[in-house]
Structures are given as C-alpha cells and as structure tokens.
C-alpha cells in the first residue's frame, strides 16, 4: 500500500498491519465454526475424521493428544463426563486456549488495541511439566494411572 509522506507520518505500523490482516479473525472464527459443526455432528469413533495418531500407531503408547477429538466431539454433545475420561488434560485446558483464542481474534480484528500481557516465564515452563508428566502418568499400567489413558 503506496502512502504519501503525511499519511506515513500519520499511520502507524500497527493500523498498517490491521489493515493487511483484518481477515484473519473473521478467517479464523469461520473455519472454527465450520470444523465444530462438523465434529458435533460426525462421531470420530464411527468415522475417521482425522488420521489416526501417528504416536500411537508407532509405539503403541498414548500421547497427551490421544482422545482429544473423541473428547470434543462428547463435549459438544454435552457429555462432559465421557469427555473428561477420554482426555482430561485437554477438558482442563480448554477454558484457557478459549480465552486466549478469543483475545487474538479481538487483536486481529483491531477491537483491543493494548500490548498483550507477558506471562511469567514460569508459565510456559509449568505447562510443559504437567503435559509431560501427564503424557508419562496416562501409560503406566497400573491403576490410578491407567484410568488416563482413552
């Protein structure tokens, strides 16, 4: 986008990088949609929707991800239960991917304009160790653990 010397004086980057990416957000928000509807529609035990867990298939062992889609499809449906025993790791989490998918698509669609908060670098490390240890805890075959597994 070609501007004179008084309007790039004027503009600033960001309301530059907006206006080149105003898409996204609604982009995003469509192709949620869209792949929601499908998932509370199609039951992925029924019908493969997706490959199968490459993880799995190679080792025979769970990955933290094992279950997920089987899990969304039950909380679409309003099973929260079966969901939660498919992947508990994933039910948990949900509420904060939410929360931060939507504070991008704000971003993206220029409805907030402050910085994003930085967490803690804690935070990242935290969230390694707990899926870590639940992708570790969800293949021991002993009871507690074995109840993680999908």
Do not use: K
């Not at 080149?20 to 928000?29: D, E, I, N, Q, Y």
């Not at 298939?57 to 991800?65: D, Q, V």
């Not at 698509?105 to 160790?129: F, H």
């Amino acid at each position: 986008m070609r501007c004179s010397r008084w309007q790039r004086e004027t503009v600033s980057p960001t309301s530059e990088r907006l206006e080149r990416t105003w898409w996204l957000g609604p982009g995003a928000a469509a192709a949620t949609t869209a792949a929601v509807a499908v998932l509370a529609r199609v039951d992925p035990t029924r019908v493969a929707i997706l490959p199968p867990c490459p993880f799995h298939a190679l080792t025979g062992a769970w990955c933290p991800g094992c279950g997920s889609t089987r899990a969304l499809h039950q909380l679409l449906n309003g099973h929260v239960g079966a969901a939660f025993g498919l992947n508990p790791l994933m039910v948990a989490s949900l509420p904060f991917v939410l929360v931060a998918a939507v504070m991008w698509a704000a971003r993206s669609a220029g409805l907030v304009t402050s910085p994003p908060r930085v967490l803690p670098s804690v935070v990242p490390w935290s969230v390694l160790a707990v899926v870590l240890a639940f992708w570790a805890l969800r293949n021991v075959p002993i009871h507690p653990f074995s109840a993680l597994a999908p």
